[in-house]
Every structure is written in structure tokens, then in C-alpha cells.
């Protein structure tokens, strides 16, 4: 197989790997799905905004000048797809009593936390539903304009049968392929694919979140916000738009009709999407309860970038299903090539030089060019780490060692160069510890408490304290 000097990724539009062509030059505008901001980020978010984070780098090393924009869901997102059930903030601030705006800022504010400690870059532009009703509404009016809209009691709803070609994306015949899957329906509404563009507040309701509009005070539809607010940061048309595999039916579906209907050109050129994690099979998600968060990892005496490590490890377009003992690998390979990365830069610091032969010149460039080759290929990480490794091994010179090291890093963003720093390295637990800590719940399932508090006096005079929480214990250094 010849692989060419281009990136090249797979389009869910076209169900194909294409050489990667913007529309404007060296100029790419990626725009992400961001977060609904209703409860905690959990990990399997981090799988998708790591993955978004080494794409934005890559296209940047590749000498792309990047706009990479995403967006805060903190309104509309219903808690079912076909436009009806309570908004998902709402719900939120019912649950915490506290009103949808605190509950958007804490859960907002969670989710960057979470994505410092594993070293995911933010975006350029962070732009939030609330914030740009104006234009969402001044799209709805362009629509209704045009006629692809209709307004019921409920709300102004998008005539999914007027746009031509809805729902290629995800390769369905509308009707034939959700008449019998969305049961719930909304009163009025004409069509099961059609969807709200703009939710009427129902008489008796209180909500925190609502905004006058031409038709009634009401709220945004989900799908809306991504059209408008990516058009005003990226233009009518935009290179990259990603999203877990769940959007392909419904949000992705829709974003493209309502936009494409609206300007007439093509919305997005390259759909990236990328699969879930699961736990014990299962999706992990906050609507099913079965997740866990950052700090559930690191309550574990896991470091958060191992967590990056393990999701590299996997295909973005394949499943990866989480278990302790992968992480686990995952954090021991870790360091074992942190470790190594360290050795070579006092080497190189030392200034140790070794010249370069003939043969070992055709070596680096044979590196260099394998690593750039599989990351370039649909962003194969697996690969990518193997490249990693088969550096390390190498008998190259340091120097050279160093600096495709560098390379690697500058994409998988693993943070192998860097010191440590407080924010987004947390200081491993050693290994003994850490054992010892395992050793020590374990005694304490088997109810041999005795033999656990020997364990635990055993971790203190080593230096460390012993934290214990209902769930698990955790150790913290004195
Ligand atoms: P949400 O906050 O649920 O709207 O999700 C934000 C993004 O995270 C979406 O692109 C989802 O597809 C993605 N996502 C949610 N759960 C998972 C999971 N278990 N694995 C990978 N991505 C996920
Ligand atoms: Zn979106």
C-alpha cells in the first residue's frame, strides 16, 4: 500500500478515507460538539476531547493555521432526541436546587478541570448556546423565510421532507427508518424526522432559561446552536466537524439540513466521528449512571494522563471498553517511557553527541517518516505509540532520538518532555504504595481488619496518609 504525504481521514459523509483537502489553503476551521452541561464530565468524554486535541495538533504540526471551535451546550438539549421530555439544565437544577444558570457554570467549570489534568488543549473559541440566541433566532427566521419551517403550539419545527438528501449522513430513508423509532412524538408535529428549531415554554412552566423570539417566549432547539454559532465563528462552510458516533442520526442529521437549507452550500466537508467507550460493555454515559469521573481515577492512585495513554492506544473509530487492569498497563507503560524520555534529555543536556554514519542518517529519516505515515493515516495512535517505542529502542543518536521524540509528543500531547507542574501533572504514587494499597482494600473486603491496619501503618511510615471514602481509599503523600 502506498501511503501518500497527506493527512487522511474518514469522512462519515462519504464512508470513506480521503487525502484531506481544505476549502481555503493552509486555513482549517474545526468545529466540535462540546458538552451538555448538566452533570460531571466522565471519562468517556475525555476519550473524544483527547482525540479532538491530537487532530487539532496534528493539523497544526502539519503547518495548518487552525481554528479549532467548540461549543458549551448549556440550554435546549432535551432529555429525548425527538424534541420532547424537560431540558436537561432544567432538570439538572431541579435535582441540585440551584438555578440552570449555576448548574451550567459548575458542570462547565468541571469539565475544563478535567480536560487540563489530561492535557487537552482548550479550543480557541468557546461559545455557549445562551450566549448567542440572537443569532440562532435570526437563523430560524431565515429558514421560516425560505420555507422550511412550520410552527405548531409547541414550537417552530424544521419540514424534515422539504430538504433534499436528509439524513445522508447517517445512509437512512427518514421516514422508513424512524417511523416505528420514535414513539414519543410531539402533538402537530408533521413528520417523526422533523425537529424543534425553537420550543414554545408550555403555559404553567417555570424555567430559568428563556428568551423572547418572534414566536413566543420559548428556548432554542438543540441541533440549532451548532449551525449558527460554527457559521458566525467558521463561515457557511466548515472543514472539520467531529462528534461521538451518536450524533450521526439525529444532531449531525439535522444540523446539516437546517443549515444547508439556510445557505444553500455545504455545511461541513469532513465529518469525523469518533466511537464510544464502554463499561462492561455499555456505553458509559451520565443518563445511565454507569461512569466514572477523573477523580474516581485518581482516588485510585491513577495518574490522569495515564488515562491519555490508554485512549491512544485504541482507534478512535473502534470501541474501547474500560477496565482497571487496562488502565493499569496503561500507566505502567507510561512511565516506563516517561522514565526513558527522561534519561535521554539529561543525555542530550549533557550534550552527549555521537556522529551520525550513513546508515544511521537512512535510520532517522526511516523513523521519521514511519511515525509521520501512520498518524497521517486516519490518526492511527496505536501505531503511532508502537512508532514511540521502536524510537526508543533504536540505537540512533540521542540527539536524533530526542528530537523525533520531540515530534511524537508535539502530537499525542502525552506531556513526555515536560517537568512536571502542579496543574497537569499529578506526582505518581510509587508503585510499593500503590500495591500496598491494593493489598490493604483487598483485606478489608475479606473483613480481616487487623491485618488492613497493619497495611495502612505500614503505608504512614512510608511517608504517605491513607484516605478512606465509602466507595474507595486513596493515599496522599505527607
Ligand atoms: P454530551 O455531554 O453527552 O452531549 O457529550 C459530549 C460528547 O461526548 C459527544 O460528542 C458524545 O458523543 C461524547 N461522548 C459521550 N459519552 C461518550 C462515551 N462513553 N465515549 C465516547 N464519547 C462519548
Ligand atoms: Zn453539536
Redesign the pocket.
Known sequence: MQIKNTLRLYNTLTREIEDFVPGNDRKVGVYA????VYDYTHI??I??YVFDDVLVRLLRYLAYDVTHVMNI?DVG?LVSDADTGEDKLEKGARREGKTAWDVAKFYEDYFFKTMDQVLVSRPDVICRATEYIPEQISLIQKLEALGFTYTISDGVYFDSTKFANYGKLAGFIPEKQLAGARVEQVAGKKHATDFALWKLTSAGIKRDMEWESPWGKGFPGWHIECSAMSMKFLGDTIDIHT??I??IPIHHTNEIAQSEAATGKQFVKYWIH?N??LVNGT????SLDNYYTLEDIVKRSFMPVALRYLFLQTHYRQESNFTWEALDAAQTAYRELKSQVAVIKTQVEKGERQSLSEEKLVKVNNLRKEFKDVIRMDLNTPQTLACVWQILKSNVPVIDKYELLMICDEILGLGLLEVASASSYIEPIPGEIEKLLRLRSQLRSEKKFNEADRVRKDIENKGYTVIDEPESSSVKKN
Do not use: E
Not at 283 to 286: A, E, I, L, V, W
Open positions: 460538539c462540546g458538552p451538555t468517556g468524554h476519550r473524544k451546550t438539549h462528534g461521538g451518536d450524533h469518533h464510544f467507550l456505553k458509559m454515559s451520565k
